[in-house]
C-alpha cells in the first residue's frame, strides 16, 4: 500500500499520539471480548476482533510493541527508526491482499549444554500482523484457557506453577504418582490444518502466518504443513491453545461424564508443553498416559518415550528446574542437580574465560547470581546456593592462582579477597570492598503467593495490575530499586531492615505532591498503623506554636532515660524471655528452632495466629512482639516455613568490622616513634568513634 503523505505530516501524527488512551481503547475493547468469549457469543467476537485490529490507535500500538524489542529485522533488512516510518508502517497494517514473507532462520548454540536452537525471525512489518492480530485472539483464548497453564500468560509465571505443586502434592491423602510428559518437537509438530479449523481468528490471516516459510542460508524452504515459528509473536499463545482442554479430557477419561470425580486424582498442571499429570495409582496414572497420547494424536503430536515416565513422589520428581519429592510426610522442593552443575558450569565458564576487569567479573557473576537465586529462593534451596557458593570460589581461586603461578597462594588470596566480620572471604576490589562477589546463602528464602486461577487478566485488571505491583515492590524492581537503595533496605517509619520475608510496601513522603521515585519511601506493611505518628514527626517546627514546643517538652522530660523502658518491657515476666535467654547464651552463627521447641523455652503455647501468619513474626513499634527476641540479641529472621513450624535466624553485626592487627606488629620489634604514632592515632580513632 503506497502512501503518499509527507514524512513531515507522518512524523508529527506519531509523536501527537495519546498512548495511554491508545492503550485503554485497547483494554476497554478486550474486556467486551473477554466477556463476548465467555458467553460464546461468535457474532459478537468476530464484530469487536474486526474492531481491534482496524483501529488505527491500535495498530500504533502493535508497531510501537515491535520497535520496541531487540531482536534483529527479518529477510528485507528493514527497521523502523524514525517517526514517519513507523507512522507509515501502522497506515499500512491492513488485512486487504496480505502476503507474508518468509521469516528469516539463524543458528544459535546454547553456550552451558551445547545444543543448537534454530529461531526465525519474521519481518518487522509481519512481526506488527503478528502483534495486532494477537490483540484480537489473545482474549479469546484466555477466556477458555486452562486454570492450571501458567507459561504464556498475563500474570502468571512459572512461581505460581511451582505453587500449585506444592498444593497437590502436601496433604495426608495427597497423590503418590506424577506423569511427567514431554512432548517430542512440539512447536515443530503442530499441524496447521488442526489449528486452521479451530483456532479462533481470521483464517486467511493464520494462513499466511503458516504458511510463509523460511530462508536459510540464502535458501528458501517452504511450509510442509506443520510446525510454528517460536520467534512469531502468536506462536507461544497458538500453542497454549492447542493443549487446552486437556484436562478436561483427562478427568472424562478417567471418570467418565456421569461418575463423580475426585478432583485431586487426575490433577493437571501445565507449563506451555512441560505437563505434570498427579494421580492416586499406578493404574490411573498409565491410564491417564494413554488418554494424554490420544488427546495429541488429534493434534499431529507425540509424546517423547524417552522423556515421558510416571514417578513416585516418594523417590521425587523434576519440574521447571526443581526436584520435588515427599519425605516423612513433608514435601520438600530444591533445584535440581542438573540446573545445579548447569549454572555452575555457566560460572566456572564466565570465570575461565573473562578478560574485562575484576569490577565487571564481579557485576557479571553478580548479575546471574541474582537471577538464579531470585527463581530459586521459593524453594528449599539453601543446600544448593550453599553448593553453588563454594564452586564459585573455587573457580575464581583457581583463576587467580592461573593468573599469578609464581606468588604463593596467601598472597594471592590477600590480593583478591579479603575477610569479614563473621570470618568468611569475599572476593572484591581491593580499592572498594563493597564490590564484591554475592553469596546465594545470604539469600533469604520465601515462599510465593499464588494466582488466582479463576482470575481473568482482561476482566480483573485492577487484581492482574496490583499483582505486578506488589511483585515489583516486593523483589524491588524497575524504579522501586532506587528507593531501596536510596533507604539502604531500611523501613522508613521504624528505621530497621527490611527483612525478605516481610510485606513491604511503598507510601508517599509528602502527599501535597504528586507520586514519583524522590517522593516515595518503603516501609514495612506492619508499620501503616504508626503512620500519623511519623507524619507528625516529621512537620516542620517551625510551624509550631510555642505552647505545641512546650508541651512536647514536658513529654520528653517525662520518658525515662533511653533503654530504661527497652530493659522494662524486656524482663523475665516478657512472655518471649525464655527465647530471647536462649539466643542470648547462643554463640551458633545459625540457629534453627521449630515452633514446639520456641513454646517449651517460653514455657507457653503461641498464638494461634503464629502458625498462620507471617505478620505474627515480624517486627512492630511500640509492641513487644517475638521479633524482639532475635533482633535483640543481634540475629535477623533468615527462613521461616510455616507449613514445616520452623524458623531459621542468622547472626547480623551491622556496621561492625573484626580489626586484624598485622604480624608485623605482633611478632617484630616497632621502633619507638612508630609505636608513638600508633598510639597517637588508636586514642583518635577511639575518641572519634566514641569506642
Given at each position: 500500500m503506497n502512501?503518499?503523505?509527507?514524512?513531515?505530516?507522518?512524523?508529527?501524527?506519531?509523536?501527537?499520539?495519546?498512548?495511554?488512551?491508545?492503550?485503554?481503547?485497547?483494554?476497554?475493547?478486550?474486556?467486551?471480548?473477554?466477556?463476548?468469549?465467555?458467553?460464546?457469543?461468535?457474532?459478537?467476537?468476530?464484530?469487536?476482533?474486526?474492531?481491534?485490529?482496524?483501529?488505527?490507535?491500535?495498530k500504533c500500538l502493535a508497531v510501537r510493541h515491535v520497535v520496541a524489542s531487540t531482536s534483529g529485522p527479518g529477510i528485507d533488512g528493514v527497521r523502523w527508526r524514525t517517526s514517519a516510518e513507523k507512522m507509515r508502517a501502522a497506515i499500512a497494517l491492513n488485512p486487504k491482499d496480505y502476503k507474508a514473507q518468509p521469516m528469516r532462520q539463524i543458528l544459535l548454540v546454547v553456550k552451558n549444554t551445547g545444543?543448537?536452537?534454530?529461531?526465525?525471525?519474521?519481518?518487522?512489518?509481519?512481526?506488527?500482523?503478528?502483534?495486532?492480530?494477537?490483540?484480537?485472539?489473545?482474549?479469546?483464548?484466555?477466556?477458555?484457557?486452562?486454570?492450571?497453564?501458567?507459561?504464556?500468560?498475563?500474570?502468571?509465571?512459572?512461581?505460581?506453577?511451582?505453587?500449585?505443586?506444592?498444593?497437590?502434592?502436601?496433604?495426608?491423602?495427597?497423590?503418590?504418582?506424577?506423569?511427567?510428559?514431554?512432548?517430542?518437537?512440539?512447536?515443530?509438530?503442530?499441524?496447521?490444518?488442526?489449528?486452521?479449523?479451530?483456532?479462533p481468528m481470521d483464517k486467511k490471516i493464520l494462513a499466511e502466518f503458516l504458511r510463509a516459510g523460511y530462508v536459510?542460508?540464502?535458501?528458501?524452504?517452504?511450509?510442509?504443513?506443520?510446525?510454528?515459528?517460536?520467534?512469531?509473536?502468536?506462536?507461544?499463545?497458538?500453542?497454549?491453545?492447542?493443549?487446552?482442554?486437556?484436562?478436561?479430557?483427562?478427568?472424562?477419561?478417567?471418570?467418565?461424564?456421569s461418575a463423580p470425580q475426585d478432583y485431586a486424582d487426575g490433577n493437571l498442571i501445565r507449563f506451555a508443553d512441560d505437563i505434570r499429570i498427579f494421580v492416586r495409582t499406578?493404574?490411573?496414572?498409565?491410564?491417564?498416559?494413554?488418554?494424554?497420547?490420544?488427546?495429541?494424536a488429534e493434534r499431529g503430536l507425540r509424546l517423547s518415550p524417552e522423556k515421558t515416565m510416571l514417578c513416585n513422589i516418594n523417590e521425587g520428581?523434576?519440574?521447571?528446574?526443581?526436584?520435588?519429592?515427599?519425605?516423612?510426610?513433608?514435601?520438600?522442593?530444591?533445584?535440581?542437580d542438573a540446573a545445579v552443575e548447569r549454572f555452575i558450569a555457566e560460572l566456572r565458564e564466565v570465570i575461565q574465560t573473562n578478560t574485562k576487569s575484576q569490577r565487571a567479573l564481579i557485576e557479571t557473576l553478580n548479575k546471574k547470581l541474582k537471577g538464579w537465586g531470585a527463581y530459586h529462593r521459593y524453594s528449599d534451596a539453601e543446600e544448593a546456593f550453599r553448593r553453588v557458593d563454594?564452586?564459585?570460589?573455587?573457580?575464581?581461586?583457581?583463576?587467580?592462582?592461573?593468573?599469578?603461578?609464581?606468588?604463593?597462594?596467601?598472597?594471592?588470596?590477600?590480593?583478591y579477597w579479603y575477610r569479614e566480620s563473621d570470618g568468611r572471604h569475599s572476593f572484591a576490589l581491593p580499592d572498594d570492598k563493597s564490590i564484591r562477589v554475592t553469596r546465594l546463602a545470604d539469600t533469604i528464602l520465601l515462599q510465593h503467593s499464588k494466582v488466582k486461577t479463576n482470575a481473568n487478566p482482561f476482566v480483573e485488571r485492577d487484581y492482574t495490575e496490583s499483582r505486578g505491583h506488589e511483585r515489583a515492590i516486593k523483589n524491588v524492581t524497575g524504579p522501586y530499586k532506587a528507593i531501596w537503595e536510596r533507604q539502604n533496605g531500611r523501613c522508613h517509619y521504624c528505621g530497621r531492615p527490611i527483612l525478605g520475608d516481610q510485606v513491604r510496601t511503598i507510601v508517599q513522603l509528602d502527599i501535597s505532591k504528586p507520586p514519583s521515585v524522590k517522593n516515595s519511601a518503603y516501609i514495612h506493611k506492619i508499620c501503616v498503623v504508626n503512620e500519623f505518628e511519623l507524619i507528625r514527626t516529621a512537620e516542620d517546627i517551625t510551624s509550631m506554636r510555642p505552647?505545641?514546643?512546650?508541651?512536647?517538652?514536658?513529654?520528653?522530660?517525662?520518658?525515662?532515660?533511653?533503654?530504661?523502658?527497652?530493659?522494662?518491657?524486656?524482663?523475665?515476666k516478657w512472655k518471649h524471655y525464655g527465647f530471647k535467654k536462649y539466643l542470648s547464651d547462643c554463640t551458633a552463627a545459625s540457629v534453627t528452632l521449630t515452633f514446639r521447641e520456641i513454646e517449651e523455652l517460653d514455657g507457653q503455647p503461641m498464638a494461634a495466629s503464629a502458625?498462620?501468619?507471617?505478620?505474627?513474626?515480624?517486627?512492630?513499634?511500640?509492641?513487644?512482639?517475638?521479633?524482639?527476641?532475635?533482633?535483640?540479641?543481634?540475629?535477623?529472621?533468615?527462613?521461616?516455613?510455616?507449613?514445616?513450624?520452623?524458623?531459621?535466624?542468622?547472626?547480623?553485626?551491622?556496621?561492625?568490622?573484626?580489626?586484624?592487627?598485622?604480624?608485623?606488629?605482633?611478632?617484630?620489634?616497632?621502633?619507638?616513634?612508630?609505636?608513638?604514632?600508633?598510639?597517637?592515632?588508636?586514642?583518635?580513632?577511639?575518641?572519634?568513634?566514641?569506642?
Open positions: 502512501i503518499t503523505f509527507p514524512d513531515e505530516f507522518l512524523a508529527e501524527q506519531w509523536d501527537s499520539i495519546d498512548w495511554d488512551a491508545a492503550a485503554e481503547k485497547l483494554a476497554l475493547l478486550q474486556e467486551k471480548l473477554t466477556i463476548a468469549a465467555f458467553g460464546r457469543k461468535e457474532k459478537t467476537i468476530r464484530k469487536l476482533q474486526y474492531q481491534i485490529v482496524n483501529e488505527i490507535d491500535i545444543k543448537e536452537r534454530r529461531p526465525r525471525l519474521p519481518t518487522y512489518f509481519d512481526r506488527a500482523m503478528n502483534v495486532l492480530y494477537g490483540y484480537a485472539l489473545i482474549p479469546v483464548v484466555e477466556a477458555q484457557a486452562e486454570r492450571k497453564s501458567f507459561a504464556f500468560r498475563q500474570g502468571r509465571s512459572s512461581q505460581d506453577a511451582h505453587a500449585y505443586v506444592l498444593e497437590a502434592l502436601k496433604g495426608n491423602n495427597a497423590p503418590e504418582y506424577v506423569v511427567c510428559a514431554d512432548i517430542k518437537s512440539y512447536f515443530a509438530s503442530i499441524q496447521h490444518s488442526w489449528l486452521l479449523e479451530h483456532a536459510f542460508a540464502g535458501e528458501l524452504f517452504p511450509s510442509d504443513g506443520e510446525g510454528i515459528s517460536e520467534g512469531s509473536n502468536l506462536s507461544p499463545y497458538l500453542g497454549n491453545f492447542v493443549l487446552d482442554g486437556l484436562q478436561k479430557y483427562i478427568y472424562r477419561g478417567l471418570y467418565g461424564t499406578k493404574e490411573k496414572g498409565e491410564r491417564a498416559i494413554e488418554l494424554l497420547e490420544d488427546f495429541l520428581m523434576t519440574f521447571l528446574s526443581r526436584t520435588y519429592i515427599r519425605k516423612g510426610g513433608h514435601i520438600y522442593s530444591y533445584p535440581s563454594a564452586a564459585v570460589q573455587t573457580a575464581l581461586l583457581d583463576a587467580a592462582m592461573a593468573k599469578h603461578p609464581k606468588l604463593p597462594k596467601p598472597k594471592v588470596i590477600s590480593r505552647y505545641d514546643v512546650l508541651k512536647a517538652l514536658e513529654e520528653i522530660s517525662d520518658k525515662p532515660e533511653p533503654g530504661t523502658r527497652r530493659k522494662r518491657e524486656i524482663n523475665e502458625r498462620k501468619s507471617m505478620g505474627w513474626w515480624s517486627p512492630r513499634t511500640n509492641c513487644n512482639t517475638i521479633a524482639e527476641a532475635w533482633l535483640t540479641e543481634g540475629y535477623v529472621l533468615h527462613n521461616l516455613d510455616l507449613e514445616k513450624e520452623k524458623i531459621t535466624l542468622r547472626r547480623k553485626e551491622e556496621g561492625i568490622a573484626r580489626l586484624q592487627v598485622p604480624r608485623a606488629l605482633l611478632e617484630k620489634k616497632i621502633p619507638e616513634n612508630a609505636i608513638f604514632e600508633l598510639e597517637t592515632h588508636m586514642d583518635y580513632i577511639i575518641k572519634k568513634y566514641g569506642l
